[in-house]
């Protein structure tokens, strides 16, 4: 844990209809101080939409070498590489070659963050996904996060459901496949 982190911690109803999870998580995110209250978010919201066993989050920021959310197998193997935010072209490249499966999540303009990959080689570019979510989602999410935060998710045929300390929110999860260089 980074020194001066902010310790978040989430109790996590999760209820993905469209993949068959159902589970109860209790989640400890370290917050780093240059990291946005919104990246936190997506990296919450990332961990649950693709909740499966083996999941982590990184050590953030210090591992450079790893993405905000990775996947491993019972044998230690990288199976999935998962990005929050804006990642180059030369990180996903590096993380489509190491896992069986890369995908990234964002809190911004998807539009905005694919144009600088655009004609940049990206290893296996065409099974990358970019997911995000209806504008201003994420912003209001934020603004009933709290230290301790209760939150249900429910997602169905495309659609999230959240209740965040309270506060109910929707959005649909939007996916864009990128485009072989």
């Not at 989640?27 to 919201?45: C, I, Q």
């Not at 459901?161 to 959005?171: H, M, T």
């Amino acid at each position: 844990m980074a020194i001066g982190a902010m310790i978040h911690t989430f109790t996590v109803q999760l209820a993905d209809v469209d993949r068959g999870v159902y589970d109860e998580l209790s989640l400890r995110v370290a917050r780093h101080p240059s990291e946005t209250d919104a990246f936190m978010m997506t990296r919450v919201l990332a961990y649950c939409l693709e909740y499966e066993e083996g999941i982590a989050f990184s050590e953030g920021i210090s591992a450079t070498d790893e993405p905000a959310v990775l996947v491993r197998d019972l044998t230690g193997r990288l199976t999935a590489w998962i990005e929050v935010g804006a990642p180059d072209a030369a990180r996903l490249h590096h993380g489509s070659k190491l896992a069986d499966r890369t995908v990234v999540y964002t809190h911004r303009d998807p539009a905005k963050v694919m144009a600088p990959w655009a004609g940049k080689r990206i290893h296996r570019s065409e099974t990358i996904a970019l997911r995000s979510f209806d504008p201003g989602f994420v912003d209001a999410a934020v603004s009933a996060l709290e230290r301790r935060s209760t939150m249900t998710l429910s997602i169905t045929e495309g659609q999230l459901y959240l209740e965040l300390n309270g506060v109910n929110l929707s959005s649909a999860l939007h996916t864009r496949q990128l485009d072989p260089s």
